[in-house]
């Protein structure tokens, strides 16, 4: 049986068919590129996008809607851009910085945002599932260097809560590991994943907990997600948020400042501002680093510094992000 969130995941659109059907919009016919749909799939939360008016111009349509600059050939642009495959030390564990290791328990996503640095990987090849994990835990029990675990996709959240339940409590039997962190777009787009069962196991381990979110423009916070944000604000889980610049979808000062407002509304510090990963497919998101700049000093007058993200990029073979200001 399944339970509301795996509903709603089955009710996701999948077509272009469904998505004029939820939005009423059938100019949409006109922007959707099928070439790069067989590509990279679409996949939207039913309640991601309100009613479409200005297509062209919507800040959450524009991470998501199928484009035909996806096919253009790009110099720098590549698959694997941050460098994930050459730091697989075994099947779903990449081992790239000091003391932590990133864990991808599922290719699967609740959306597929067309920018998504991850847009190529070879999931099956790399062998991420369940019951290719002891090799991981393996690797982990014998790394005592390694005292953070992040939890990566895919999207984590994506797994049950059963199988999200034996994987803390393998890692729990790593007495190095003292710190996990979820990297998750779900408590924003998909709501109803954030379960009593999923905070109650957050909740239960003994690990210090941080949930990054992935939100990029303020207008995915809403009433939908508040009461969400709401119930992990009271608990003792630490709530973070990453964002990717993107040209033409949160690349203007008054954005990020609305942004880093709401977040903090909601409960959620800001934390990184990424530069765009170079991944095939996405050139046209891209913000000059000079731009990037200027836009994290405009905003740092105009926000405590608590609430100005650190603007980051990520170098392939490099054993931390690289701090751009």
């Not at 809607?65 to 730091?87: F, I, K, S, T």
């Not at 290791?101 to 945002?113: E, M, N, Q, R, Y």
Request: glycine share 4%; charged share 20%; net charge neutral.
């Amino acid at each position: 049986m399944s339970t509301l969130w795996q509903h709603q995941l089955a009710n996701n659109i999948t077509s272009l068919d469904e998505l004029i059907s939820q939005t009423a919009n059938e100019n949409l016919r006109n922007s959707f590129c099928s070439t790069a749909n067989q590509q990279f799939k679409i996949k939207i939360p039913a309640d991601f996008l309100p009613g479409l008016e200005d297509i062209d111009a919507d800040p959450l349509l524009a991470q998501v809607l199928p484009h035909a600059n996806e096919m253009l050939a790009r110099d720098g642009y590549r698959a694997d851009p941050v460098g994930d495959l050459q730091a697989m030390a075994s099947p779903g564990l990449i081992h790239k910085y000091r003391s932590r290791a990133l864990f991808i328990v599922t290719g699967a996503c609740a959306i597929h945002c067309r920018y998504c640095f991850r847009r190529h990987f070879p999931y099956a090849d790399a062998q991420i599932n369940k019951d290719n994990w002891q090799p991981a835990f393996n690797y982990l029990h014998a790394h005592e260097d390694i005292s953070e675990i992040i939890l990566s996709g895919g999207d984590p959240l994506m797994i049950s809560d059963d199988k999200l339940e034996y994987l803390l409590n393998q890692l729990m039997k790593i007495p190095h590991i003292k710190r996990l962190r979820i990297h998750s777009r779900i408590p924003s787009v998909l709501p109803s994943r954030i379960n009593e069962k999923l905070i109650s196991l957050l909740q239960a381990s003994r690990f210090l907990v941080s949930l990054v979110t992935h939100i990029n423009h303020p207008d995915e916070l809403n009433q939908n997600n508040k009461t969400v944000f709401s119930r992990l604000k009271n608990t003792d889980i630490q709530l973070l948020n990453q964002s990717v610049l993107l040209f033409n979808i949160n690349n203007k000062s008054e954005t990020l400042i609305e942004l880093s407002e709401k977040l903090y509304e909601f409960g959620i510090l800001p934390y990184y501002l990424h530069l765009l990963d170079p991944v095939q497919g996405a050139a046209h998101f891209s913000v000059k680093e000079s731009d990037a700049i200027a836009l994290v000093n405009t905003i740092s007058g105009h926000l405590p510094g608590y609430l100005v993200p650190k603007l980051v990029k990520e170098i392939a073979g490099e054993q931390a992000k690289t701090r751009v200001l």
